[in-house]
């Protein structure tokens, strides 16, 4: 018979691996069961599918976004062939693909697939980012919850959006520049260069990661700031002549990758799509092919121009619009406004019931990201106005570092005039769940270092609570069919601007 004892000493020796184990399980069973529902495409899947379907094709395409995400629901398309013995002509010839145009029978899955696994993954970089710099499993644990009982995350990135596979790739850049400053390891070019390269993944899905950019200045500060404090100018100024030339050398090099990539592959044309596609261009894909570096040049420099044109064209915020869907970005940190992505409607027995995909966060999770931004606020003007003393310096660096980032991202959307939505706050809410778990370690160092027995069932309680709001407003993320009164019990702030369907 097999040992009892031996189970647990395997567990014991790969203790480390388990709380992220853990953690790993519940998000790849939250984010990947039952990606083939719904039926039907809602939101930009009806953009992204047909993109994504056109990199199977290998059909030339110009986008607002860049290609990086499309390709990847491409790839996954191709390996699982679920719609190979349906027609998806139709997807070529157009931008957003129609309900009525859809092939009969139509699989989502595989384009879906991308999202929900990447942002599945990407809670053991969280994990490893809050541990590393907390040094505490439970905070750690805790925190990471954040992103798997997300009611909006979980929504959005079980489709075929850009958002999960971008999330992926930005907590890989944020854990990669911990790891390098946690080491206590020199700080070399080569750490600028890969850290370049991993922002240049989350910039190829959509232009918003340029804001990662911030850990540049980030790495540049824990690799000479004790320098620039003993004047040692020349040496400061040679590093960052270096870095930045290594860094955005990387992040550009890797962007323009991506577009090769992408332009190589797309070397056929629709005859009804050239997306005024120059002649140069055109001309170059028929006689060189797509991988010509000549029609690089000239593809890049359109795709460039078509993302431009199409920004501009992009309608401002009408909040008198009865059917706007875009929200002010003052409101997003509290929830507003959601989406209705889609519904449907029913009524047994007298009694109507409504599915709904309606993107609303998590509120216990979303008040809790502004609150600690708020605190951490208080905490850096405190420090730098009135000097008060720091319980920990090397943390309060990192709140520094987290919240800069979130406050960065939000002044930056302030200057956009164009009509944005409540996922596009996902980034800063991002930076805010690691400033939240840092905040609450900063604040309850001592309790923490302790071992405080209150804290910890505090904490305990805290993830449970997190658990249940998200089970509570679940209907809203499943489409679970809920009455009117339903609804409104679930309604709970008139910003979230929420309306039920009659």
């Excluded at 520049?177 to 390891?185: E, G, K, L």
């Excluded at 047994?348 to 605190?375: E, M, Q, R």
Aim: proline share 4%.
């Amino acid at each position: 018979m097999t040992d009892p004892n031996s189970f647990v000493t395997l567990l014991g020796r790969h203790k480390a691996w388990l709380t992220p184990g853990v953690l790993l399980v519940a998000s790849l069973l939250m984010f990947l069961a039952g990606l083939q529902y719904p039926k039907s495409m809602f939101w930009d899947e009806n953009y992204h599918v047909v993109s994504a379907q056109k990199h199977v094709d290998g059909m030339m395409y110009m986008e607002p976004h860049p290609p990086l995400g499309k390709m990847i629901m491409g790839l996954s398309e191709a390996i699982f062939q679920p719609n190979t013995d349906r027609d998806m002509s139709a997807l070529l010839k157009t931008d957003y693909l129609k309900g009525a145009e859809m092939p009969k029978g139509m699989e989502f899955w595989a384009f879906r697939l991308p999202s929900a696994l990447m942002m599945a993954l990407s809670v053991w970089f969280l994990y490893q980012i809050l541990f590393r710099i907390t040094r505490y499993q439970p905070v750690a644990f805790v925190f990471s919850l954040f992103i798997i009982f997300d009611n909006a995350m979980v929504l959005h990135s079980r489709s075929a959006m850009l958002e999960g596979i971008q999330f992926f790739f930005i907590l890989l850049s944020l854990w990669y520049f911990v790891r390098i400053v946690t080491q206590n390891i020199p700080i070399t070019l080569k750490h600028y260069l890969i850290l370049g390269a991993t922002v240049g993944l989350v910039t190829a899905v959509k232009l918003n990661g340029l804001v990662l950019s911030l850990v540049y200045g980030m790495l540049l500060l824990e690799d000479k700031g004790k320098a620039l404090l003993n004047k040692e100018f020349m040496a400061c100024l040679e590093r960052v002549v270096l870095s930045v030339v290594t860094f955005f050398g990387s992040l550009a090099f890797v962007f323009c990758f991506v577009f090769y990539i992408h332009i190589g592959l797309g070397d056929k044309v629709e005859p009804t799509k050239k997306y005024k596609a120059s002649p140069e261009y055109l001309q170059s894909l028929e006689q060189n092919g797509g991988f010509s570096f000549t029609t690089f040049r000239v593809g890049f420099k359109d795709h460039m121009r078509y993302s431009s044109e199409y920004a501009s064209g992009v309608p401002r915020l009408d909040i008198c619009k009865d059917t706007e869907n875009g929200s002010y970005y003052a409101k997003w940190p509290f929830g507003g406004k959601g989406i209705n992505y889609r519904w449907s409607k029913n009524t047994i027995d007298g009694v109507t019931k409504v599915s709904y995909s309606y993107l609303v966060g998590n509120p216990l999770i979303w008040l809790t990201v502004i609150a600690g931004i708020l605190l951490s606020i208080s905490l850096i003007i405190g420090r730098f106005v009135f000097d008060l003393p720091s319980k920990d310096d090397r943390l309060f660096m990192y709140i520094l570092y987290f919240c800069g980032m979130y406050l960065s991202y939000m002044i930056a959307i302030a200057q956009i005039d164009r009509v944005m939505y409540l996922y596009h706050y996902f980034v800063p809410l991002l930076f805010g769940i690691i400033n939240a778990a840092l905040v609450f370690t900063y604040v309850f160092k001592e309790a923490l270092a302790s071992g405080s027995r209150l804290t910890w069932i505090n904490l305990g309680v805290f993830g449970v609570l997190v658990v249940a709001v998200f089970a509570y407003f679940s209907p809203f993320t499943f489409g679970i069919p809920i009455t009117e009164a339903q609804f409104e019990l679930r309604n709970w702030f008139s910003l979230w601007d929420i309306e039920v369907v009659r």
